[in-house]
């Protein structure tokens, strides 16, 4: 009786394993080009020849010490990251009460405005890219963070109140109910069950409007002609531009801007489309 | 006389008037105001100094002229030592004090006489005007004297804020009082703008005072009040709707205020003004209207035969091809990898899924540029592995079907993961006792796949498919970083070619045209499936 047990088991496992064969070699495959790019970073040297060994072989920093010590890489660096944080704290600030409203009331305007908010998902890059350059410009914003600040917002925001508002669907009503009932006013309801509720929902949208500016280029590159205003993608794709060929440096430049964000990933991975999906289907 | 009745009854307590809006948008309409103030003084000082600069190159004397004009100007009057040299070997005179032009500021004055122009703008905004040349343009040699005027430009304006708050402080107090004692609707909607009043008063007293100064007229002075009083027509108009009903939605609407005021600024301003390009050619920094033009021009696809990179069909085409085979991708590569990590007892899933997301978390344009360095012909790693597979390399780029094959697998590799975590997520929402009554049902593994798995899948991945093709079509990053659209555009997809027409052509009008016809074909799109995902849902309810 336990024998037959034991070998029923044994045999659930090796089925249960076999996928291993097939993930293994997959999974090679696809981080390959990340560690290529990894070990360009540890090389010093800046040709793109690689062997097919996607291991380090050598491990230098030269090409990180080389490109923290430009003059600029401190003030780019700066620009890129005021840029991100000034966007997601626009992006989830304006984006976090309309969420709520679209979530808990039913109001008249309020399909109109889901639709609006998703049609903006829609909009060619392009089409706003024209008129917010003459905005900027009339504004006298070029070769300035604001200028892409308001331009990333135009993203985000949108964006932020689709995936927040997935989230907030998810959370039971009860649980206002109950706190209506013992007296609770609109604002109490939402300052401290919803936002404390949705601590991840918040971390993730403010990950992915992060990310919105922290990964963008060609706004970046189009609108911004002076050095010291460029974010570091603009300067990243320089080194590897129509003049030059430096593959270490870009790949050093790339690890260090890819490593934060891809540690964020990590912590954040469990919740990365749970808004997104659930928000979709309900409309 | 029922009107009187109901106007002594309100039917909104005090406090629901929403004052808080008609602050805001009186804010927005100030904001408004002051920019196009500001625009439209620094375009008349522009064209007013032009104008002066015609008349002094008219004029035999600069004494006529105000003393506001000759302290920014300065007139020479240059001729060059020996005649008929080139310029390289020219030695230019200023005839009025006999001054020889050789040190480092009169650099500008020398490359001026040899400009074949006789009006145009200096590096850092002067206006310049010469009498016409006689320059040889072959062997860049002159004849003869010219007559050059430097104007330096008035510095900017500065925006006069007081009369401006004053002007606004007084509309607001009007719009204020008339949302505080006006019930009726149609009132109210009537009275909002008309509070723009002192606003309106301020503005136009300060363009008068613009006119005064220059002695000129200022073009399209009517259109800076109107900008203004926008938003207060907007808001009049949809506080006689929401009357009444204000107080019951009280709260989602003030939930809701701040971020349509901000998706307001900066996202419907920019489109009304990218809707308004399209209809418009722009040339030298002036727009001029064209109707429907560009829209007939794009769509008739008149300029370029079918087989042409450049007609608008041939790139819908291959948007089409790309949008597909990469949704395609992604879903089933995503979902293959679901299946296999969803195994239950399946060790190491969190290593395995950690791994396959790191495409995710890189930057798209790293990712680009990497993989281009990858298909490069000479260095690239993918020809190296077929030279020890034993086949020629290949000019990935030099072809059409290369060049998409870069760019497919480069938006394959960073795309598929989205789609893993999005169909992971709902498989583990599956409840386990469908697949229970399954096995007791004695159903097989593709049955249970296909009655089970599949339709309960169907709600989550729909709308990531439709998210995910939205964003294919629009993919901007890897094809221009990739391919570029190389060879000679026939990769470019819309959103590129629209980029291309905007800041490389700078048809501004034309590829904001071109925008919205993208704008448009997704927006059918999203109908459709919308129209899909609701008949899905019905059928699995």
Known sequence: MSEQRRSALEQEWLGGQWPHLLLLPLCFMIVTPALWVLKMALRPSQSFDLSLNPFPTVLSAQNFTDIINEPLFFTQIFNSLWVSALTTLIGVFFSCTAAYALSRYRFPGRRAGLNAFLVTQMFPGTLMMIPLYQVIDALGLLDHVAGLVLVYSTTAIPFCVWNLKGYFDTIPRELEESALVDGAGPFTLFWRIIIPLSRPALAVTALFSFMTAWNEYILAATFMSDERAYTYPVRLQQYVGEYSTEWGHFAAGATLVSLPVMLLFFILQKHLVGGLTSGGVKG | ?541
Not at chain 2, 146 to 172: D, V
Not at chain 2, 336 to 347: I, M, T
Not at chain 2, 382 to 410: C, D, K, Y
Not at chain 2, 449 to 456: A, G, K, N, Q
Request: proline content about 5%; hydrophobic content about 45%; aromatic content about 12%.
């Open chain 2, 1 to 541: 006389m029922i009107d009187q009745v109901k106007s002594l009854t309100p039917t909104t307590p005090r406090a629901d008037r929403g004052y808080v809006g008609v602050i805001i948008t009186m804010a927005i309409s100030l904001f408004l105001g002051g920019l196009s103030l500001h625009r439209g003084l620094g375009a008349h000082y522009q064209a007013s100094s032009e104008a002066s600069l015609e008349r002094i190159m008219s004029a035999s004397s600069t004494s006529a002229l105000s003393s506001d004009i000759t302290s920014r100007l300065e007139v020479r009057v240059l001729t060059p030592k020996e005649r008929g040299l080139p310029a390289s070997l020219t030695t230019l005179i200023d005839t009025s004090d006999g001054h020889h032009l050789a040190s480092a500021e009169d650099k500008p004055w020398f490359d001026a006489y040899w400009r074949n122009q006789n009006r145009w703008r200096g590096a850092k905004g002067g206006l310049w005007a010469a009498s016409p040349a006689s320059i040889n343009t072959k062997d860049r040699s002159t004849l003869g004297q010219r007559r050059i005027a430097r104007l330096t430009p008035r510095s900017p304006p500065p925006l006069p804020w007081l009369s401006l708050m004053l002007g606004g402080l007084f509309s607001l107090l009007f719009a204020l009082l008339a949302c505080a004692k006006v019930h009726q609707g149609w009132r109210l909607a009537a009275l909002t703008p008309l509070s723009m009043t002192p606003l309106g008063l301020s503005l136009f007293w300060e363009i008068s005072k613009a006119e005064v100064s220059t002695q000129q007229s200022l073009e399209g002075a009517t259109l800076i009040p109107i900008i203004a009083m926008v938003p207060l027509v907007i808001l009049g108009l949809s506080q006689s709707i929401t009357e009444g009903r204000r107080s019951a939605h009280r709260v989602a609407y003030t939930y809701m205020a701040p971020t349509l005021v901000s998706v307001g600024l900066l996202v419907f301003i920019p489109f009304s003004i990218g809707v308004a390009l399209a209809f418009m050619r722009h040339s030298h920094g002036h727009f001029e209207w064209v109707g429907l033009s560009h829209f007939i021009n794009i769509l008739s696809a008149s300029d370029y035969p079918l087989s042409h990179p450049l007609n608008f069909y041939f790139t819908l085409a291959v948007t089409l091809f790309w949008t597909f085979s990469n949704v395609l991708l992604h879903t089933s590569i995503g979902l293959s990898f679901a299946l296999l990590l969803n195994r239950e007892g399946l060790k190491l899933r969190g290593l395995y899924r950690a791994l396959l997301i790191i495409p995710w978390a890189i930057p798209n344009y790293i990712t680009a540029l990497i993989w281009k360095g990858m298909f490069n012909q000479q260095y690239g790693l993918i020809n190296q592995l077929l030279e020890r597979l034993g086949i020629e390399p290949v000019s990935w780029m030099g072809s059409f079907w290369g060049a998409m094959t870069a760019n497919i697998t480069t938006n394959t590799w960073l795309g598929f993961p989205f789609m893993m975590v999005v169909t992971l997520g709902a498989l583990q929402s599956i409840p386990t006792d469908l697949y229970e009554a399954a096995d007791i049902a004695g159903a097989s593994r593709w049955q249970t796949f296909r009655s089970i798995t599949l339709p309960l899948l169907k709600p989550a991945l729909l709308p990531a498919v439709i998210l995910g093709s939205v964003w294919t079509f629009n993919m901007f990053n890897i094809i221009y970083l990739v391919s570029g659209g190389q060879p000679g555009g026939a990769t470019d997809i819309l959103i590129t070619e629209a980029y291309r027409w905007a800041f490389e052509q700078d048809r501004y009008g034309y590829a904001a045209a071109y925008s919205l016809v993208i704008f448009f074909i997704l927006l059918g799109y999203a109908r459709l499936t919308q129209r899909l995902s609701k008949a899905a849902e019905e059928v699995y309810q």
